[in-house]
C-alpha cells in the first residue's frame, strides 16, 4: 500500500490527534528559559534541560506563582503542534519547584504584594474574644484539623465550628481553599473567624500558601482570617495577608477562642475578693457599732456617777436638815400645846404649858420666866 | 450576628456584670445592706459562670460540599 499522502494542514491536524490520544496531558519538569509576557496577556517560555527545550504557551490568568528564568518548575499541559509547524506545551498549570526556585518565587511575589500594601498592619482587624461562629478551611484527615479539634473543645465551647474539607496540597489545593472562602464569605452570616490550617509539609506542599490568587483572596476575606500553616519557622505569603497569623494549627486553636480555664480562675477569685469586700465591711461596722457601745458605756457611767454624787450630796443635805438629828446632837424641839414651834420671846409667857421633844423623851412643861436675847 | 438578641445576657455581658460588681465595692461608704444584697448577687452570678463554663461545648459539621470548581 502506498504512503498516504497529506496536505500541509492535514498532517498538522493527524499529528494533533495522535498526540492528544496518546499525551492528552504531559507533566514536565525543567527549567525555565525565555521567559516573556506579550500584550499582557500571553505567556511565552521554553522549559529546558541540559540536551533539550520545548517551547510552552499559557495564558496569564493561569499564573498562579510568579516565574522567572532559571527557575525550576513543574508544568502540566497538552502538546501540540502549531499552524508553524512548531512544536509547543499549552500549559495548563505551573508552579516552581525546589527550595530554590520557590524561594525566588515567593520573594517577586511578596515584595509586588508589600508594595501594594496587602501585609499591612492597618488592614489588620482583630478577633471577637468568644466567637459564635468558626469557619474552618482544611483537610479534614489531617494531623492539624484533629490537632486543632482537640485544642478547640479542651479551651472552649458554645462554637459552631462548620469545616469546608479541601486538599491542602498539590493543584487542587489553592482553588479549593479559594472556594472555600467564598463560601463562607458569601453566607447570610458569615462565620466570626475564618481559620485556614494545614500541618508541616515539604516546601512545595506548603508552596499552595504563596499562590497569588489564594493570597489575595485571603486579603479580601470579609470575615477576619486566621492562618496556620507548617511548623512555627514557615512563614507564607498567605500567613502575612491573614488577619492574625498562627505559628501551628494548634496556636490556631489558642488564638481564636479564649481558655475556658482561665475564666474559671478568675470568677474564683472573684468570689474570693467579694467574700474579703464583705468581711472587711462587715468587720468595719461591728467596729463602729461597738465603738459606739463602748462611748454609750462610758457616758451612761459617768452620768450614773454624777447623778451617784449629787444623789449623795442631796443626802447628806438633807440629813443634815433633819430634825432627828439635832434632837440626837441634844438639841430639844420646843412646842405649845397646839403644835406651834417656840422660837422667840413672843411666842410664849410665864404659865404656858409647853410640849418638849427630846431625842428620847418629851416633857410636858410650864414656863416660869421669858427672857428675850439677842443674837 | 443575624440571630436575634435575646434577653439572657450572653456569657460575656455576665462576666462584664461580675466585674461591675467588683469595682461597686470600690467605691467609699457604701451602705451595708445594699453591699449583702450585691455579695450574694455576684457570688451567684460567679457560680453561674462557672457551671456553664465547664459545661459549654463545641458543635462541628464537617460540610458536605466539595470546593472543587475552579477559582
Not at chain 1, 477562642?257 to 465591711?281: C, E, M
Request: net charge neutral.
Amino acid at each position: 500500500m502506498a504512503d498516504p499522502v497529506f496536505r500541509v494542514s492535514e498532517l498538522l491536524a493527524v499529528l494533533n490527534q495522535t498526540l492528544e490520544y496518546a499525551y492528552p496531558s504531559v507533566t514536565v519538569e525543567g527549567e525555565i528559559a525565555s521567559y516573556k509576557i506579550s500584550k499582557g496577556k500571553y505567556v511565552f517560555f521554553d522549559i529546558k534541560d541540559e540536551q533539550g527545550v520545548v517551547p510552552c504557551f499559557m495564558m496569564v490568568y493561569s499564573l498562579r506563582q510568579p516565574l522567572e528564568d532559571g527557575m525550576m518548575v513543574r508544568l502540566t499541559g497538552q502538546p501540540r503542534v502549531t499552524a508553524w509547524g512548531k512544536f509547543s506545551i499549552t500549559v495548563r498549570q505551573v508552579a516552581p519547584i525546589g527550595e530554590g526556585s520557590l524561594k525566588r518565587s515567593f520573594d517577586v511575589l511578596h515584595a509586588a504584594l508589600l508594595k501594594e500594601g496587602l501585609f499591612n498592619a492597618e488592614r489588620k482587624r482583630t478577633l471577637p474574644v468568644m466567637p459564635k461562629a468558626i469557619g474552618l478551611i482544611t483537610s479534614a484527615e489531617s494531623a492539624g484539623y484533629a490537632d486543632f479539634i482537640k485544642i478547640l473543645n479542651h479551651r472552649f465551647g458554645g462554637v459552631d465550628v462548620q469545616v469546608a474539607n479541601v486538599h491542602v496540597q498539590g493543584a487542587h489545593a489553592a482553588p479549593q481553599i479559594i472556594n472555600a472562602l467564598q463560601y463562607f464569605n458569601q453566607q447570610d452570616s458569615p462565620p466570626d473567624i475564618i481559620v485556614i490550617i494545614r500541618g508541616g509539609g515539604s516546601a512545595e506542599d506548603l508552596a499552595v500558601f504563596n499562590d497569588e490568587p489564594l493570597v489575595r483572596a485571603v486579603a479580601a476575606s470579609r470575615a477576619p482570617t486566621v492562618v496556620g500553616v507548617g511548623h512555627e519557622t514557615d512563614t507564607s505569603l498567605c500567613d502575612l495577608a491573614a488577619d492574625v497569623r498562627a505559628a501551628t494549627p494548634s496556636n490556631a486553636a489558642q488564638i481564636v477562642v479564649p481558655d475556658r480555664h482561665a475564666f474559671i480562675a478568675h470568677t474564683a477569685q472573684s468570689q474570693k475578693s467579694l467574700y474579703n469586700y464583705i468581711t472587711a465591711h462587715i468587720a468595719d461596722v461591728n467596729k463602729i457599732a461597738s465603738q459606739a457601745r463602748v462611748r454609750m458605756a462610758t457616758d451612761l457611767q459617768a452620768a450614773i456617777a454624777a447623778y451617784g454624787n449629787r444623789l449623795m450630796s442631796a443626802r447628806r443635805l438633807l440629813a443634815q436638815c433633819d430634825p432627828k438629828a439635832a434632837l440626837q446632837r441634844g438639841y430639844a424641839l420646843v412646842q405649845t400645846v397646839s403644835g406651834k414651834s417656840v422660837t422667840t420671846a413672843a411666842d410664849t409667857k410665864p404659865g404656858d404649858m409647853l410640849t418638849i421633844t427630846l431625842a428620847r423623851a418629851i416633857l410636858n412643861v410650864e414656863v416660869r420666866y421669858v427672857k428675850s436675847s439677842k443674837r | 450576628m443575624s440571630k436575634v438578641a435575646k434577653d439572657k445576657p450572653t456569657l460575656a455581658q455576665q462576666m462584664q456584670q461580675l466585674d461591675d460588681t467588683l469595682a461597686w465595692f470600690e467605691q467609699p461608704n457604701i451602705d451595708i445592706d445594699e453591699a449583702y444584697k450585691k455579695y450574694e448577687q455576684g457570688i451567684a452570678l460567679a457560680e453561674s459562670i462557672q457551671e456553664q463554663l465547664t459545661a459549654m461545648q463545641n458543635k462541628v459539621t464537617i460540610l458536605r460540599q466539595k470546593f472543587d470548581q475552579d477559582a
